[in-house]
T-cell receptor, first 117, second 110 residues
Framework: AQKITQTQPGMFVQEKEAVTLDCTYDTSDQSYGLFWYKQPSSGEMIFLIY??????QNATEGRYSLNFQKARKSANLVISASQLGDSAMYFC??????????????FGKGTLLTVNP | KAGVTQTPRYLIKTRGQQVTLSCSPISGHRSVSWYQQTPGQGLQFLFE???????NKGNFPGRFSGRQFSNSRSEMNVSTLELGDSALYLCASKGEGEAFFGQGTRLTVV
């Protein structure tokens, strides 16, 4: 069975600084994908970034980058130059099979990020 | 990414009633999944549909059901509502390497 572990229930960061949110995963599949989502208090789950298990380069999307260390089974999210609007809950999620659109996502318990001015 | 529409956004129901939630995925996406989010249990997978067929089902009682139409729109139904069904219900529209969520339906059972 797949499992996602986010060990940081809450994190604080100063505005304009970088922050790393931890995510480790457990799977016996060779082919899988990893997602990060942001959930503000409004409830919407906002897609941030995706990394396939066979992708050789770490994924980046603007201020977001995914530090993918396959051997360590970790997929940490790095947010550079934090902004006040980054304050939200962040979820790491995994899918089995990195191909096709038939899959379910397994989520971690989330990390609540607070950006201080 | 814009395009996943869930209706209604908010809903208040009484115990014992039933409810139907709707999800319209991103144009071109044929796969839709539903999740329940509660403070205690976190995000839990309900079911997944692809081309009108249920492909996966989570560990929920039979009161929870769903379907998908030929235009990929999906509905989920909860019958005989219980207080514990109060939650945020999220729908995911899925393509390869991407899964976008709607804004969710916040259901309160009183």
């Amino acid at each position: 069975a797949q499992k996602i572990t986010q060990t940081q229930p809450g994190m604080f960061v100063q505005e304009k600084e970088a922050v790393t949110l931890d995510c480790t995963y457990d799977t016996s599949d060779q082919s899988y994908g990893l997602f990060w989502y942001k959930q503000p208090s409004s409830g919407e789950m906002i897609f941030l970034i995706y990394q396939g298990s066979y992708d050789e380069q770490n994924a980046t999307e603007g201020r977001y980058s995914l530090n993918f260390q396959k051997a360590r089974k970790s997929a940490n999210l790095v947010i550079s130059a934090s902004q006040l609007g980054d304050s939200a809950m962040y979820f790491c999620a995994m899918r089995e099979n990195s191909g096709g659109s038939n899959y379910k996502l397994t989520f971690g318990k989330g990390t609540l990020l607070t950006v201080n001015p | 990414k814009a395009g996943v529409t869930q209706t209604p956004r908010y809903l208040i129901k009484t115990r014992g009633q039933q409810v139907t939630l709707s999800c319209s995925p991103i144009s071109g996406h044929r796969s839709v999944s539903w999740y329940q989010q509660t403070p205690g249990q976190g995000l839990q997978f309900l079911f997944e549909y692809f081309s009108e067929t249920q492909r996966n089902k989570g560990n929920f009682p039979g009161r929870f059901s769903g379907r998908q139409f030929s235009n990929s729109r999906s509905e989920m139904n909860v019958s005989t509502l219980e207080l514990g069904d109060s939650a945020l219900y999220l729908c995911a529209s899925k393509g390869e390497g991407e899964a976008f969520f709607g804004q969710g339906t916040r259901l309160t059972v009183v």
